[in-house]
Nanobody, 120 residues
Framework: QLQASGGGLVQAGGSLGLSCAAS????????MGWFRQAPGKEREFVAA????????YYADSVKGRFTISRDNAKNTVYLQMNNLKPEDTAVYYC???????????????WGQGTQVTVSS
């Protein structure tokens, strides 16, 4: 089970930090990823981190602004979002998979999502 938290309302240019805590099993061997879905749009890849944190991947739209990290001792993955833009407004989901993928079907377990709203 994955539980995402940390969403909220922020002004453009502001920052938010998301967390995703895993329970029920150990996800330290899994890739952890963040996706987002804006109203009327498909769910899209945001960022991912390999099981040991050595490799990270980002969508071009968030590169340089967002940072993904993980703490396997806490079974938690984080997404630090800086310089937020109105187009970052979406429900953010965390997910786990065996190997890195930018596709939603590459991830097996999903959290419930947390709303991020960026006002202009």
């Amino acid at each position: 089970q994955l539980q995402a938290s940390g969403g909220g309302l922020v002004q453009a240019g502001g920052s938010l930090g998301l967390s995703c805590a895993a329970s029920g099993r150990t996800f330290s061997n899994y890739v952890m990823g963040w996706f987002r879905q804006a109203p009327g749009k498909e769910r899209e890849f945001v960022a991912a981190v390999t099981w040991n944190g050595d490799s990270t991947y980002y969508a071009d739209s968030v590169k340089g602004r967002f940072t993904i990290s993980r703490d396997n001792a806490k079974n938690t993955v984080y997404l630090q979002m800086n310089n937020l833009k109105p187009e970052d407004t979406a429900v953010y989901y965390c997910a786990t998979g065996w190997v890195f993928s930018r596709r939603t079907d590459g991830y097996r377990y999903w959290g419930q999502g947390t709303q991020v709203t960026v006002s202009s």
